[in-house]
């Protein structure tokens, strides 16, 4: 009997739409995402097959600090807990196996976005103008 082993790759390439100008690609900031604080099939793609067992964190998606545990979470201005307050976007698409609760990701804390093309939307009049905060502007 002889062994054939098979191997099969699959890439992905980031849709950036949302980002209207290279500006602030070349500082991010490394933070954490919090798995709970993203919604599936609005902020993260889960893998449906077993070619590609890792789900992604979709590029764009606007982020918030959650006070408490300093991991970040999807942008909501309704929120409490921190993420009320606008942090950046999620600058590349970000893999994470079924399991894991913490993504490390790349965080765009300053540049220029289409908001019509920030993945699951953005109300940009819900977000506080701010000197130390991310510098963001929307187009």
Aim: neutral net charge; glycine residues 8%; aromatic residues 8%.
């Amino acid at each position: 009997m002889t062994l054939q082993p098979i191997t099969t790759s699959t890439s992905y390439t980031a849709d950036r739409a949302w980002l209207a100008s290279r500006h602030g690609t070349d500082s991010t900031e490394t933070i954490t995402l919090d798995v709970s604080k993203l919604t599936a099939g609005t902020h993260y793609v889960v893998s449906a097959t077993t070619d590609q067992p890792y789900s992604r964190v979709l590029s764009g998606v606007p982020v918030g600090r959650v006070t408490a545990s300093g991991l970040y979470g999807a942008f909501d201005p309704a929120a409490t807990d921190g993420r009320q307050i606008f942090a950046g976007l999620v600058f590349a698409e970000a893999l994470f196996a079924p399991t894991a609760t913490k993504i490390p990701a790349a965080l765009l804390w300053h540049g220029v976005v289409v908001a019509a093309k920030v993945p699951g939307g953005i109300d940009t009049s819900k977000i506080a103008p701010s000197v130390t905060g991310p510098q963001i502007r929307f187009v």
